[in-house]
């Protein structure tokens, strides 16, 4: 598959009528890479989440978090990672958009010690992956090939600090709590058998 081109005539408008045409061509040629680093790897291995854009068969976006345990997106080789699906509300608005329109965006972000990386390609969402029993918890393995890869300046990154982890993370030899908004009366029988709850819960979280 050929890449496209790093800038549209819309972004070049813009660089144009800002008269920045010239630094975005070379970040393109200094920043812009269509392989990983051991720096990307190393950074994108440790990230507990990130942002990812996707778009249906008509361009209509959708943009969504996914989070986990440092290291749930593993990075296979220069070009590859694999993402796993974990148990969400089952709409899958982002990895069904990938069925029809493979084209991704995926923002890393480290708030503590300020850093972003952008990686933009095209996935493919697999219910039998071979590496499926390799990540706990796990429904699917997404496999994202990268065409283009980018550092961001962070100057508008807030630093945060991280106060805890999320329960209901998928890990080794653990078995997350059952989130309440799967107890409540208005979801109980349109829920798959599989996750029809058995005791009532007085948590309030939300789908």
């Known amino acids: ?20 045409r010239a630094l975005a061509d070379r970040l393109e040629k200094v920043t812009m890479r269509a392989a990983f680093t051991e720096e990307d790897k190393a950074f994108i291995q440790r990230c507990r989440m990130f942002f990812l854009a996707t778009a249906d068969a008509h361009g209509q976006p959708d943009c969504s978090y996914k989070g986990g345990m440092p290291g749930f997106v593993r990075v296979l080789d220069d070009q590859t990672l694999a993402i796993p699906d974990y148990d969400g509300n089952g709409q899958y608005r982002s990895w069904g958009n990938v069925r029809v329109n493979a084209q991704v965006g995926l923002l890393f972000v480290d708030f503590e010690t300020p850093k972003r990386l952008r990686v933009n390609g095209t996935a ?7 590496l499926l029993s390799e990540f706990p918890g796990a429904v699917f393995i997404v496999r994202m090939t990268a065409h283009r890869i980018f550092p961001n300046c962070p100057r508008y990154i807030h630093k945060m600090q991280l106060v805890e982890e999320s329960v209901y993370s998928p890990r080794p030899n653990y078995s997350p709590p059952v989130p309440a908004w799967k107890t409540f009366d ?14 009532p819960s007085n948590n309030t979280d939300k789908p």
């Open 1 to 20: 598959m050929n890449t496209p081109p790093a800038y549209h005539e819309g972004m070049r408008s813009l660089q144009d009528l800002r008269e920045t």
């Open 124 to 130: 493919v969402v697999s219910p039998n992956d071979p």
């Open 186 to 199: 208005v979801f109980k029988d349109a829920l798959p058998p599989r996750d029809r709850p058995t005791a």
